[in-house]
């Protein structure tokens, strides 16, 4: 029987990267699915000057995988026409962590499908909803370990008290991204 650890260590592992209005997003994956979204590290909120609108691709898109061209388009659509974002298929996912029954596969999923874009839930609530109330430091340490940010939405987790909590990409990312997602649905409301 083949493990999955095994089984991601026999994938031909692509990259591309993305350039995006908060950085370089570094993604990973192969035939079967997205590996990883690695993102940088903010130390200021990028400007309208500075920051790219839109997002290009930096290289490897010719010999990209079709899990990692969804996943560059999931993601043009997110920071440029979320309105999109709705049509576009999710690239499929082949991180271990993915792929074993834990809980933290339970909270990442339940994430993905239940908090919806300019929303926000507490690690509280989302650890209601993946089946476990007294979980909400085990939800913590779910968002920490998710490999595939924005995507899986872990920056719209946040604290009871209103508080952004901590986040993976900094929090100056994630202030970033919830005001994106905020304005963004307002526009869309219009």
Known sequence: QVTSKERASQCQEKYVVLLSPVGKLEISGCETGVHEIKLPKMSVLPNGMEAPTCCELSGGAATAPDPLQQCVAWLSAYFCEPSRMEQLPLPPFHHPMLQQDSFTKQVLW?????????????????????????????????????????????????????????????????????????????????
Request: include cysteine; aromatic fraction near 4%; glycine fraction near 12%.
């Open 110 to 190: 339940t994430l993905l499908k239940e908090v919806k874009f300019g929303e926000a839930i507490s690690y509280q609530k989302l650890a209601e909803r993946a089946g476990n109330s007294r979980a909400a430091r085990a939800v913590g340490g779910a968002m920490r370990s998710n490999p595939i940010p924005i995507i899986i939405p872990c920056h719209r987790v946040i604290c009871s008290s209103g508080q952004i909590g901590n986040y993976g990409g900094g929090n100056l990312m994630k202030e970033w991204l919830l005001s994106h997602e905020k304005l963004q649905k307002e526009k869309l409301a219009d």
